[in-house]
Structure formats: C-alpha cells, structure tokens
C-alpha cells in the first residue's frame, strides 16, 4: 500500500499490534499511536524512558479537566511525562501547538495536527 514500507503484525499477550514501517534509516521517525496512553503501563519497569531529557508536549492536564476526564483516564499524561523526565511544553488549553526536538516531533492535541504535518515535511525537506 505504501511503497517502500513494510506491514508485520507483532504477537502480544492477549493482542497482536499491526507496525508499518520503512523509510530512511537516518531520517526522522515519525510514530502514529492509536490507542490510549494508559497502554504505557505495560512498558517494562526498568526500562530507560523514551521521553527521559526531551522537551515534548502532548494533552495537558488543564485540557483533561476541561473535558472533564481528569477522575476517568488511568493517569495524566503530561502528569506521567513529567515524572519519565521530559521537559513538557504547554502551548494553552486546546491551543494548536507543536514540539520539535531533534528528531522528535510532538503535537499537543488533534488541533495540532496541521501544524504537526507541516512540520515533518519541513524536516523532510518537502516544504
């Protein structure tokens, strides 16, 4: 479907996970998780944390509080970000506001979603 990427399905315990993948080796990563972040539970305790010295965004608490899910969702995730050691960038509730740090692009919510693009093509080089 995607030329020059590659479909797996990857066993899991009690779920397989469908990974696509393919692009260079040394140029930037872009990852689509769908799903809720509470799945980072099941990341392994001693693990070195992926976001550990990174400054990112993503939902912030005062947006789960404005919807209302802040007593529904497992934890927060700028909360659980924050405590894994990354520097967390809030750019205003329900804001369209992006991160970018090296290779690391993040957006803070579905508004972001333009700009996020935008951005990765601009690291592509695809202006």
Do not use: C
Request: proline share 4%.
């Amino acid at each position: 479907m995607f030329e020059g990427f590659r479909e797996e399905m990857i066993p899991g315990a009690g779920a397989d996970i469908f990974v696509r993948h393919g692009g260079k080796v040394d140029g930037p990563g872009l990852l689509l998780l769908h799903g809720y972040p509470q799945t980072s539970a099941m990341w392994h305790d001693d693990r070195l944390p992926l976001v550990e010295m990174k400054t990112l965004t993503g939902f912030t608490n005062l947006e789960e509080a404005a919807v209302g899910l802040t007593e529904v969702v497992h934890f927060l995730l700028q909360s659980k970000l924050e405590e894994g050691g990354a520097s967390f960038s809030d750019g205003g509730v329900f804001s369209e506001h992006i991160v970018v740090d090296g290779l690391l692009m993040t957006g803070q919510n579905p508004v972001s979603s333009h700009k996020a693009a935008k951005s990765l093509l601009a690291l592509l080089g695809k202006e």
